[in-house]
């Protein structure tokens, strides 16, 4: 199984493509380049300055500048929506399988587990988990009800929200569109490419009533043809604010 399917908030069922194993292993090198990279600067400035010395019998001070090293995986995913460097690099973040942005007990499961994943078993446990398990999921993952998908599909331009602007003359067909969101937007799109790529017309009918009813609009249109419109509306409106 590649993909997951996530129910978000509105309670449209989408589809995303799981992290694989190669691209979690990547994303775990350039962490660990990030977590060295911090600790030759610390040798480097302790050099530089002779302070070396300044550890001598302070306990408190070694775990002081020690603790990015060990809290970094949970502070980064905390602080940057479910991304590290790495995850970022490799365009993938940790998402909760209820399709809700991860907790902070979510977070800290998967960080505490870490070490058996990746340390004690020397990755061993990590790398089996994701391999056999349906979501690829490592066992913090399991725990935790967590998975890493991928936040860039391997899709064009034609898969985001700006799509190009209408001719000048264009005719809005619905004016309060514009109280949407450019998130709004985003979500009908990936509506729009999960329909063309799995033929779930019913999910294009659920998203365009959602639509009709949140801007109390009347309209008998086919409901991806309804999309469509809404989108070009949107870009035709934001353009000219």
């Known amino acids: 199984m590649n993909t997951i399917k ?9 589809e995303y493509q799981l992290a694989g194993l190669g691209e979690r292993i990547v994303a775990g090198i350039v962490d660990t380049l990030v977590i060295f990279s911090y600790l030759i600067l610390i040798v480097l400035v302790a050099y530089v300055t002779n302070t070396f010395n300044m550890f001598d019998d302070k306990e408190w001070m070694v775990l002081l500048f020690f603790a990015p090293v060990l809290f970094y995986h949970l502070l980064s995913e905390l602080l940057l929506n479910g991304q590290s460097v790495g995850k970022k690099v490799m365009n993938i973040k940790v998402v909760s399988l209820d399709g809700a942005p991860p907790t902070l007990g979510q977070y800290l499961i998967r960080w505490v587990f870490r070490p058996v ?5 020397s990755y061993a446990c990590a790398v089996l988990c994701i391999a056999i398990s349906e979501r690829k999921q490592r066992l913090g993952d399991m725990v935790a009800g967590t998975t890493l998908i991928r936040t ?9 929200i700006y799509a190009p602007t209408p001719v000048i003359d264009y005719t809005v067909s619905f004016p309060d569109v514009i109280q949407l969101s450019d998130k709004d937007m985003q979500l009908i799109k990936e509506v729009i490419v999960n329909v063309n790529k799995t033929g779930n017309s ?6 365009a009533d959602k ?3 949140t801007l109390n609009i009347n309209a008998n249109m086919d409901p991806m043809h309804f999309l469509h419109v809404i989108i070009a509306d949107y870009n035709y ?5």
Request: hydrophobic share 40%.
């Open 6 to 14: 996530i129910t978000t908030s509105q309670n449209i069922e989408l």
């Open 117 to 121: 994943d990746l340390i004690i078993t």
């Open 152 to 160: 860039i599909p391997r899709t064009g331009l034609d898969d985001t």
């Open 202 to 207: 019913v999910l294009a009918y659920h998203t």
């Open 211 to 213: 639509i009709k009813q």
């Open 237 to 241: 409106l934001t353009a000219r604010l």
